[in-house]
């Protein structure tokens, strides 16, 4: 054994696993072992060891000025010992570690013993704050006796025991004191408890106390928690809310009470120390909201069946149950010391995260529904058109049927009564029983089509050869009746699409896309918010378009085409609303105003796009020449243009059908050609013929239709086809009109009146120079024949005309003088240098 101890290496090794005490008995066995050991820095490295061990940071000695060395005499607090060294040298390790000796030695010595017995000292077994402190110190110390294994697990394992016997105390104490309502003792075991690292029994404890009360849990009957079905009217004037929303807050406070008091609490037991509340609120959201939520959606989709709806759209309650979740689980809820100044922005972050696969839901199913929605409302809105007309024709019927009463078609004749209105009839579905003796025209293309083959076809009748008087009536009747309903159809043309229902389809995209845009405190949902966003916008453009729009257009069109206002005249039996004196059906008049709730239409649609869409970005502006959406509004528009171009066509048309009718009608041979004036003839004012005058008036009438209603560009295009094609029936007439020279003062007049309109109310700077041209074309009939060489060189003359006829068309006009034959030769001596006759070859 003496050998062994003169072993430097093998007493510096025996004396590194020894306890202090042991160390310190293990130096004094001989001078050998005590030089061995204290020599050099196996002495230094011992003691460093141990405060390495128990925490404290080894530091140089030159960055130590602040290290605090107690005097041997002072008293070693156990409490605080540790935090006042936190730090050591190498030279004052030994000095130091003597302080926490003395401090704990005597603690871990009654542990070693098992001695639990009156473990604190007097000052300290009353203030368990402080026990659990020491406790935790001598946890801590006792590390320091790691190198003495054996030591060190008997201390650890009896302490273990004695903190299993405090911290049951404390858990103790915590329940007596909460039972007697002493929260201030209860917080301050709870502080005792978390000192100890026990927070999980300190928030079992709080959870146990926590628990919600079952009577909280149970909804209100579905008749109370949702509004019932009602009216549409009553609908539309109420709000779109799904919950009746003094049941619902009559459910939703109590809870909202309850985690009041539980933050409440938490804040006394736990104040800032440990979030317990977030957790708590966690829970409550997981076990309680979500419950709840599930529960109401459920039952929702039920309320919904029971109703005739349908079930599948049970998540269209979910944003105003989500917002009134947030309302009542987030800002209603009071500050919490416990959780911190970011308690409320916590919160909404843990709501967002729970619900945020409820609001994929929601979103995914609300684009299906606003459809179904949209294309209800509109399919909806046309019935009632179609009721509408049925109710209309109906009316014409009795009407034309009432001036037939008294006469041919007496009372006594009612079978041809029914056969009138039987035959009237045949356009109705076989479906509508309750309408059968009524005539009862559909929206639809073909029986459109087959009101006209049934005017034509009773048109026709009329001119048979009938000795029987009611036959004819009943014809001419039926004549009446047929043309009525394509007149009818004609004065609804502004009734196809209704305006308040595009702007109420409108406003109900704007709330769903705002809907649907108020989740976007959901970061994660923002891409998929963005694009049902764009879908729903799709949907009101494409059921629009489909459902609305293109067909209204497209009969509008149709009944263009079809009509013809000077049929009417072929009628003996007529309603007031056919009778010249409210110069008919204006057709061009009505697709005006079509036209004008179009473009009201696409401003809307413009409107919402750059106010909803863009600002919230839904739609990047940078980039919206690559978004389909985009390419679906601009098709939209295109779309519309085209109709509207068509439309104006069809319209200029039947504009100029009529004007070419006046021309044929009103303008009598010797407007342009009277009579010579014998000594009784009445003196004849110089004016424009009636004649010009009611042409003018068609164009006043239908020139300016279009002003307000949709851009200017399109309105000079209007008007200067209008002023083009007028001023080639005016030639067309001319060309077909005998001209006097005593008449071509009222020529003279005509075009004068004519060029006054173009160039001084029309103002279309394109077609005022026809008009400069036309005007002199008045002078070709009023030179004598006498002058014929005069008129010659005015033939020749095509600076005279502005350039806008060529010698040929001029000639034409000069041939409808009534005295052509007489002074054809001179002219054309004038305009050839010899006259046909002087040609030798003819």
């Not at 080894?58 to 290290?67: A, H």
């Not at 009553?234 to 709000?239: D, I, L, Q, T």
């Not at 045949?426 to 087959?450: C, F, G, H, L, W």
Request: aromatic letters at 10%; proline letters at 4%.
């Amino acid at each position: 054994m003496d050998n062994l101890l003169k072993v430097p290496e093998i007493v510096t090794n025996v004396s590194s696993f020894l306890s202090p005490a042991d160390y310190l008995g293990f130096l004094q066995v001989n001078k050998q072992v005590y030089n061995s050991v204290i020599d050099g820095e196996n002495d230094l490295r011992y003691w460093s060891l141990k405060l390495t061990r128990m925490g404290l940071q080894r530091v140089n000695s030159k960055e130590t000025e602040d290290v605090k060395l107690l005097d041997e005499k002072d008293d070693e607090d156990p409490i605080c010992i540790f935090e006042v060294y936190k730090s050591f040298t190498t030279q004052d390790a030994k000095k130091i570690f003597a302080k926490f000796y003395r401090c704990y030695n005597s603690y871990t010595k009654k542990l070693y013993n098992n001695n639990l017995a009156n473990f604190f000292p007097t000052s300290y077994s009353k203030d368990p704050l402080k026990q659990i402190k020491i406790l935790n110190y001598i946890k801590r110390y006792n590390l320091s006796n790691r190198n003495d294994i054996e030591t060190f697990v008997k201390i650890d394992t009896n302490f273990n025991i004695l903190r299993e016997i405090f911290i049951n105390s404390v858990l103790k104490e915590i329940e007596l004191n909460y039972q007697s309502n002493n929260l201030a003792a209860v917080a301050r075991f709870i502080k005792v408890l978390l000192i100890s690292n026990e927070e999980n029994n300190a928030i079992e404890f709080f959870k146990s106390k926590a628990d919600l009360p079952p009577s909280l849990m149970t909804l209100p009957p579905n008749d109370e928690l949702f509004w019932k079905e009602q009216t549409q009217e009553e609908e539309s004037n109420r709000c779109t809310a799904v919950f009746n929303s003094k049941n619902l807050d009559a459910f939703l406070n109590p809870l909202r009470d309850f985690l009041n008091e539980k933050i409440k609490l938490a804040d006394i037991l736990f104040q800032g120390e440990f979030p317990v509340i977030i957790q708590f609120i966690e829970s409550f959201i997981q076990d309680v909201l979500l419950d709840i939520l599930n529960h109401i959606l459920s039952n929702y989709g039920e309320f919904l069946k029971s109703n005739g709806k349908d079930c599948k759209a049970n998540y269209e309650c979910f944003p105003e149950l989500y917002f009134t979740f947030i309302k009542r689980f987030c800002t209603e809820l009071n500050d919490s010391v416990n959780a911190g100044q970011t308690f409320h922005k916590v919160v909404h972050e843990l709501l967002n995260l729970y619900l945020e696969p409820f609001a994929v839901n929601y979103m995914n199913q609300t684009t299906r529904v606003f459809e179904s929605l949209i294309s209800s409302q509109l399919a909806n809105y046309d019935i009632q058109f179609q009721d509408k007309e049925r109710e209309q024709n109906a009316k014409i019927y009795n009407s034309l049927r009432d001036q037939t009463d008294g006469t041919a078609l007496s009372s006594n004749d009612s079978s041809h009564n029914h056969s009138i209105a039987t035959e009237a009839s045949m356009a109705v579905p076989e479906s509508d029983s309750k309408q059968k003796a009524v005539p009862q025209p559909v929206r639809s293309t073909n029986n459109i089509s087959d009101d006209k083959l049934d005017f034509l076809s009773s048109f026709t009748k009329i001119f048979k050869f009938s000795t029987n008087e009611n036959q004819k009536l009943k014809q001419q009747l039926q004549l009446a009746y047929n043309l009525n309903l394509i007149s009818n159809n004609l004065q609804n043309i502004k009734s196809l699409i209704s305006l308040d229902l595009c702007y109420k389809i409108l406003h109900e995209t704007s709330e769903k896309t705002d809907e649907i845009y108020k989740f976007h405190t959901m970061e994660n949902l923002l891409p998929l918010i963005k694009l049902r966003c764009q879908e729903i916008f799709k949907i009101l453009i494409t059921q629009l378009n489909t459902n609305h729009v293109k067909p209204a257009f497209e009969k509008a069109i149709m009944l263009l085409q079809k009509y013809n206002p000077n049929e009417i005249e072929q009628i003996e039996i007529k309603l007031d609303s056919l009778s010249p004196a409210n110069n008919q059906v204006e057709p061009l008049v009505q697709f005006t105003e079509l036209i004008n709730i179009g473009d009201i239409i696409l401003q809307m649609i413009s409107i919402f796009y750059k106010n909803e869409l863009i600002p919230k970005k839904i739609i990047d502006k940078n980039k919206d020449f690559l978004n389909d959406v985009i390419q679906l509004k601009k098709n939209f528009e295109t779309s519309i243009d085209d109709f509207v171009a068509e439309g104006l066509n069809i319209g200029i048309n039947k504009l100029m059908d009529e004007i070419s009718f006046v021309f044929k009608t009103l303008q009598l041979p010797d407007d342009y050609n009277p009579p010579t004036p014998s000594t009784n003839s009445p003196i004849r004012d110089i004016k424009p013929t009636k004649c010009a005058v009611r042409v003018i008036e068609l164009l006043s009438n239908h020139c300016f239709l279009l002003t307000g209603a949709t851009d200017k560009g399109t309105i000079d295009v209007y008007q200067q086809e209008i002023g083009e094609r007028f001023f080639n029936e005016i030639v067309k007439h001319l060309k077909k009109s005998l001209i006097s020279t005593e008449g071509a003062i009222w020529l003279i007049c005509d075009l004068n009146y004519f060029y006054d309109f173009i160039a001084n109310k029309l103002k279309q700077k394109n077609v005022v120079p026809y008009f400069v041209g036309l005007k002199p074309i008045g002078q070709l009939y009023i030179i004598s024949g006498k002058d014929s060489k005069e008129l010659g060189k005015l033939i020749s003359d095509l600076g005279k005309f502005n350039g806008i006829f060529t010698q040929e068309e001029i000639y034409e006009f000069v041939q409808r003088r009534s005295d052509w034959i007489r002074v054809r030769k001179d002219v054309e001596k004038v305009m050839y240098g010899l006259g046909i006759r002087d040609c030798c070859i003819m």
